[in-house]
C-alpha cells in the first residue's frame, strides 16, 4: 500500500505540477532519513515532501505551538505508581513508563531533539490523553483522544486553504470520516478486500475496516480498485452514490521486448500463507516430467520461506523451482519470462499482473476477489483459473502450455494493450475527474434522530425474501436525506442498509430484505434500526413495532422477535 501511495503521489506531481505532501501519523518516524531511502530506491519523486505528526509537533516554535486548539480545560495528569521502569523507544525519540509485573504501558513522553518534551500520552487512567507541552515545559492543550490530537495538527497543516485529503490507511480510515472542515475533501481509498475471507458480501466484515464501512456515506469520495469490488460493495444496499473506481496505475511500458522464454515462469509474492505460492510449486512439480522446459522462479520473501524449501526438495519440482529471495527491481525481470502466476487468496488488485503484462509476460491467476477479473480477459490477454486448487492451476498452466507460438505471441501483443489502460497519465486523468467534480456534501446530524410515528406494522414473505410493511409521516430530515432500514448482526460486522421508501400519499411503504442478505448467518440474531442515508453509524434510531404487531412470530424461514432492551430482532433459518 506505501508503495502505491508514493507512486501515486509522485504521478500527481509529475502530471498536475503540484507539490504533493505525505502526511503521517506514525511515531518515531525519521522524515529526512526515510525521504532519502526511498529517493535512493525510486519511490518518492520530485515534488513530493514528506511531513510527520510527531515530528512537526517537536519541532514547532512557540507559536505555532500555541495555534493548536485542545479541547476544554487542561486538567492535571494522575501520578505515575511508584513501581514502574522508564525506558527510551522509538530511537530515542521518547520515553515510556512501564508498570512493574503487568508490563503495562502507563505514559509515553514524545520528546524533542533538546529532551525536553512535546506531547505527554497519558494511559494511567481509564482515559487516555494527550497533552501538548510548551518550549518552557508548561502545558498548552488537551486532547481526550489521539483523533483530537490528529485533527488539530491537520488544521495547523490545511490551514484555510481549500485541499483534498486524500486516505490510503485503513487504521485512519476508521476516524478520518469525522474530520469534516468547510475548506477539506476527505476521500478513502480501499486497498484490499473489505471482506473477510470466506465472508457473503453483507460480511462479516473485518475488525479493522467496520469504521471506514459503517461510516463511508461521510467521505467525500471512496474509491475502489476494481469494478467488481464496488459492485459487491453496492449489493449491500449501501449508498454508492459517493463511490468511485479509480484502479492503481504503473509507468508506461517498456518499449524493449525481452526473450519471453517458453516454459519459464515467474511468481512475485510475500511468501505468506495467503499467497498460497505452494499451490505453484505442486502445479509445476506434477507437470515437470512432461513438459521439460518448464521451470519457476518465486521471487519473495515471508513466513513461508521454509515449508516451500522443504516441498521443493520432495517433490518432482526439485531443480526446477527456484526460491530467490526479494530483489529490488523483480518486476523489471518479468520481460524475460514466459508466464508469471498469482495463487494468493484475495487481493486488493494485484498490481504485479499489470507489470508482468506490461513486458508481454502472461499472467496465469486465480479468479478472486479483487482484481484479476478486471484485469485479464481470459484467453486473450492472460489466463483466469476459476478452479482455485492445485488442479485448477495445473490444468490452467497446460492448458497455456499447449498453445502455439503464434496465439502466444498475439497474448503478448493484446497484454501490453491492455496494461497501458493503466498507465500514471490515465489513472491520473481519472483522479482528476473525480477530484475536480466532487459534490457539495451536506453534513447528516451526529445524533439518533425521532423518526416521528414511523412504526413497522406487519411482516411477510415473497419468495425467500422477507417484506417489511411500514407506516408513518416521513420527517423532513428523511425526506430531505432518505431513509434507510439497517439490519444488522449483533456484534455490528455483518449488515445491511435498504432504502425505505415512504409514500407520499398514504405514508405507507414496504421493505425487501433479500435472502441472501443472512447467507451463511442462519440462525445468527440480527437487530433492526433506522437511520438517516449519509448519517454516521452512531446515529442509528431502533425500528417500534405498531400496536397489535406481535411478538415473536414466524413468517416463514423468518422469525421475528423483541429482545429485553426492546430491540426489533430478527433470525432465518437454515
Known sequence: MTNVLFHRAGSFAAHDG????????????????????????GHLR??????????????????????????????????LPKSHTAQETLGGRAMDYIEDGSGRLLRREHLRRDGSVSVIDDRVSAKRTFTLMGRAGESLAQWRSARGLYFAWLDHVTGVDPCILINDSKYAGGFLWAYQRSNARVVHVHHSIHLSVGATLNGPYPKSRLG????????????????????DFAATGIDTRNTAVIPNSRAQAPTEVGDH?????????????????????????????????????????????????????????????????????????????????LTSKYEGMGLVLLEAMATGCIPISYDIRYGPSDIITDGVDGILVADRTVEGLKAALERYLSLDDETVAKMRSAARRRAADFSDEAVTKTWGKYLSNLPTRTPVGGQATDHGDLVITGFDSDGDDLLVSCSGTPTSESVTHGL?????????????????DISAQDNQGVIRIPRGSFAGKENAPFTMSWQLVGAPWASQAPVRLAPGVGAPLRVGAYSVGVAEDGAVTLAVTG
Open 18 to 41: 503540484r507539490t504533493v505532501v505525505v502526511l503521517s501519523f506514525a511515531a518515531g518516524q525519521d522524515s529526512s532519513t526515510l525521504s532519502d531511502r526511498l529517493r535512493a530506491n
Open 261 to 341: 522464454i517458453r516454459g519459464r515462469g515467474a511468481c512475485l509474492a510475500r511468501l505468506t500463507p495467503d499467497k498460497q505460492v505452494d499451490h505453484q510449486v505442486r502445479a509445476v512439480s506434477a507437470l515437470a516430467q512432461s513438459h521439460h522446459n518448464l521451470s519457476l522462479d518465486v521471487f519473495g520473501n515471508g513466513t513461508e520461506s521454509g515449508r516451500l524449501e522443504r516441498l521443493i526438495g520432495e517433490s518432482s519440482g526439485a531443480g526446477r523451482v527456484h526460491l530467490r529471495g526479494f530483489v529490488p527491481g523483480a518486476a523489471k525481470e518479468l520481460a524475460n519470462y514466459d508466464f508469471l502466476m
Open 484 to 500: 434507510a432500514l439497517v439490519v444488522s448482526s449483533t456484534n455490528e460486522r455483518s449488515f445491511t442498509k435498504l432504502r425505505a
Open 46 to 79: 520530485d515534488g513530493v515532501v514528506l511531513r510527520n505528526l510527531w515530528e512537526d509537533l517537536a519541532d514547532y516554535d512557540s507559536h505555532e505551538l500555541a495555534s493548536l486548539k485542545g479541547r476544554g480545560q487542561v486538567s492535571k495528569l494522575p501520578a
Open 212 to 231: 471506514v464501512l459503517r461510516n463511508h456515506e461521510q467521505y467525500d469520495l471512496v474509491t475502489f480498485l476494481t469494478h467488481r469490488q464496488l459492485s
